[in-house]
């Protein structure tokens, strides 16, 4: 694994994009296959009995609107007691902490028809992005778990409280072995753990001064992410 704290000079591109390369190959997570929707539907199921509750709009709410692939762990809403029982349910099923976006978008739709828990005409649409809000959290809580910086700097910041929780759901985790050359797939398009390392490319962009620079970068991230997500690092770490 490249080291954070180097910080990389121009010459060094053809490296730099080696290393970049190797972010994203060693730390992707790979859902459970044998995970089923029945299994989620059933997972999620006695999360809302232990919430009493069958708005998953409004116990995912915060979680949704403070975390998403390109940012840091938001603490104050992944530790929250309410939403603490989905994430030990969810994981105590699979230790890898990583979940196919069909799966889970269809176990939310089949626990909705058999009694309401998305409260809104646009059914289907909620289903979709509960689901990436709870691959987004899991990718958050994968990436305290085997990340020593992130977890150190997440602990620092958190209250008793949320150290408890914390230690409690990253302990669940299984980080699996580096994968050096496997194909892996977490049920996205093109990829998200690479984002995970996202604190990387800022601190890569602070060498980057000119046009031909940039380029090089948005090269990069197309080769791994894609053209759109490519534009849109670079305008965010510029």
Known sequence: MIDRFVRYPVQK?????????????????????????????????????????????????????????????????????SVCPLWEQLIGMSSVACFAHYTLKMAMLSLHWEAPVIYSHEVVQWAEKLSNTIRIASAKWREIARNERTRSFALKRANKQEMATINRITNMIVIAPKT??????????????????????????????DEDDSQMFEDVITELNGEDEAQDCVVDCI
């Open 13 to 81: 591109r053809s490296q730099l994009r080696v290393d970049m390369v190797k972010v994203d190959t060693e730390y992707r997570a790979k859902p459970d296959p044998t995970i089923s929707v029945h299994d989620l539907q059933r997972a999620i199921g006695q999360y809302l009995q232990q919430a009493n509750s069958r708005d998953m709009i409004k116990l995912l709410k915060d979680v949704m609107h403070n975390n998403g692939w390109k940012i840091k762990p938001d603490l104050k809403s992944l530790c929250h007691e």
């Open 180 to 209: 050096d050359h496997e194909d892996v797939d977490d049920g996205t398009e093109g990829g998200e753990d690479i984002w995970g390392d996202y604190d990387i490319f800022e601190e890569i962009m602070t060498e980057f001064n």
